[in-house]
Nanobody, 119 residues
Framework: QVQLVESGGGLVQAGGSLRLSCAASGSIFSINFMGWYRQAPGKQRELVARISRGGITQYADSVKGRFTISRDNAKNTVYLQMNSLKPEDTDVYYC?????????????WGQGTQVTVSS
């Protein structure tokens, strides 16, 4: 099992910045990818960014050049630095960890943190 605890959401004006953090605990040795997804009411959860244990990153087109994902493997923590925020970035952001154990993949989610960008 993997537990994820998120922090760093809040209210910010358009053009501002926020930094999300997500700390993992439990079976952390099995985690490969960690990342962030977001979901608006009535919509599907979508990938924002993710990063592998080795540092390979993947971003949604809508956040490229504005968001940066990073990872501290020693602290089992992933960060999402969000700059130049737009009102359309308003969503609940969820931390995700993907682990592989005995050939089976598992996906774990945090509780979600609200990000609100005012115009």
């Amino acid at each position: 099992q993997v537990q994820l605890v998120e922090s760093g959401g809040g209210l910010v004006q358009a053009g501002g910045s926020l930094r999300l953090s997500c700390a993992a605990s439990g079976s952390i040795f099995s985690i490969n990818f960690m990342g962030w997804y977001r979901q608006a009411p009535g919509k599907q959860r979508e990938l924002v960014a993710r990063i592998s244990r080795g540092g390979i990153t993947q971003y949604a087109d809508s956040v490229k050049g504005r968001f940066t994902i990073s990872r501290d493997n020693a602290k089992n923590t992933v960060y999402l630095q969000m700059n130049s925020l737009k009102p359309e970035d308003t969503d609940v952001y969820y931390c995700n960890a993907e682990s592989l154990r005995a050939g089976t993949s598992y996906s774990y989610w945090g509780q979600g943190t609200q990000v609100t960008v005012s115009s």
